[in-house]
């Protein structure tokens, strides 16, 4: 297990350790600093990390393992305009700021060049390592995590500059390629590749997006109990097809203004990460007559567990234990690629706010997957375990969330 910690001045001869092991073999370090000494080298980035952390901006932190730490990662958050920027102060300081040894010509040209100039508030990821000896340990997804998850709950992008052979890490955590490689002139081995991680993006979605939403559903969806008891048999184009029918309803439907529904996509560049939707259900006495959803069935579904579980168990728990007006989040979908991330959490944080601005409970019924997810954000059992008949451990959870009454 992978702990991810704030650093400490007492960690940071391990942290330079790690990190001139981990960056020593790469052509950078042959070609810059082949003569360096390596006590000496180590001794300039203590140094320079000891400024980091006096540093609010900059945010270090060390991966732990067994009580051993196996990897670092120095992150920049975001700086207002004109505020000091450590990385570029320090390579304004010219020879001091390198170890005794270095090809500080070859240095100062290749390092200005990236400065990505990138203006609008941002976390740059200055420095990642893991100690060779531990890799594969999942220190250095734990500490990438750390930054891209802060830009998504600030709703601003990463930025890197990766080596070759870390290029499939970041690929992995949703960065990107962008713009030309960085090449020294005088050394085309010295090279680093430019990164990005686009912002999380919120927004409401289109009947254009629900065919691409649909198998991020599907894979989301198909592990769950809920999912075999009545759709084992379906197939995945079943499956899909059955959504993109019944949300192009539900959109049309809001679109129309004959339902109150709250559809949103999340989305990464041209990534589709998943989606949530909830529906505002009155107060019961304001509610009209027939007002529930018209059901129907993927082909292939078991209909008769469908009808005596999502029509009639769950159904019927709905207009028996929540006859006041609240917001019913109805399904929460991530894509499996995406969970982890922060992506269900920013998406059921929006229909709290509409809760809350509306005054009343939010509502849902839980997988056995979700409940880590809703309990962390606030959420609490409410009422009876829904159980199918024909399988007991097919579950869902009534849970609720009353902060806008607080």
């Excluded at 067994?66 to 304004?92: C, S």
């Excluded at 070859?106 to 400065?115: C, G, H, N, Q």
């Excluded at 409401?204 to 009545?230: C, K, Q």
């Excluded at 995945?236 to 059955?242: D, G, I, L, W």
Aim: glycine fraction near 6%.
């Amino acid at each position: 297990m992978v702990a991810v910690l704030p650093a400490q001045l007492a960690d940071l001869e391990r942290i330079a350790a790690i990190h001139h092991a981990a960056f020593a073999p790469s052509a950078i370090s042959r070609r810059i600093f082949a003569d360096v000494k390596r006590q000496d080298q180590c001794a300039k980035t203590v140094a320079r990390l000891t400024k980091r952390l006096d540093d609010p901006r900059s945010a270090l932190f060390k991966a732990v393992v067994d009580n051993d730490i196996v990897g670092f990662a120095l992150w920049e958050r975001p700086r207002k305009p004109g505020e000091p920027d450590p990385e570029h102060d320090d390579a304004q300081k010219g020879p001091d700021r390198w170890p005794a040894g270095t090809n500080v010509a070859l240095a100062e040209s290749f390092f200005a060049r990236l400065d990505l100039g990138i203006n609008e508030p941002h976390y740059h990821l200055s420095l990642l390592a893991t100690d060779p000896e531990r890799q594969r340990s999942g220190a250095g997804s734990a500490l990438l995590r750390w930054g891209s998850r802060k830009a998504d709950e600030d709703g601003v992008e990463c930025y890197l500059e990766a080596t070759e052979l870390a290029i499939p890490v970041y690929l992995r955590g949703q960065y990107e390629l962008f713009r030309e490689p960085i090449v020294a002139e005088e050394d085309a081995e010295l090279v680093l590749y430019p990164m990005r991680r686009p912002a999380l993006k919120l927004r409401p979605a289109t009947l254009d997006d629900i065919p691409a939403l649909a198998p991020a559903h599907r894979l989301a969806f198909w592990p769950t109990r809920v999912n075999l008891y009545s759709y084992s048999d379906v197939s995945p184009e079943a499956y899909e097809s059955h959504f993109i029918n019944r949300f192009s309803n539900f959109i049309k439907q809001r679109d129309e203004g004959g339902a109150r529904y709250l559809l949103t996509v999340a989305q990464r560049g041209d990534m589709y990460l998943g989606y949530a939707f909830s529906i505002y259900e009155p107060d019961e006495k304001e509610r009209p007559a027939g007002s529930g959803e018209k059901r129907f069935w993927p082909e292939g579904a078991n209909v008769r567990r469908a009808e005596e579980y999502l029509a009639g168990t769950l159904d019927k728990h709905k207009k028996d234990n929540l006859p006041f007006a609240h917001w019913s989040l109805s399904i929460l979908s991530v894509h499996p690629d995406s969970q982890g991330q922060g992506v269900g959490r920013k998406l059921v944080q929006e229909v709290l706010d509409h809760g809350k601005r509306d005054g009343v409970p939010v509502t849902l019924e839980s997988t056995e997957l979700g409940r880590p997810l809703y309990e962390k954000m606030g959420f609490v059992d409410f009422g009876e375990i829904l159980r199918a008949k024909e399988d007991p451990e097919v579950e869902l959870w009534p849970m609720r969330h009353d902060s806008a009454q607080k």
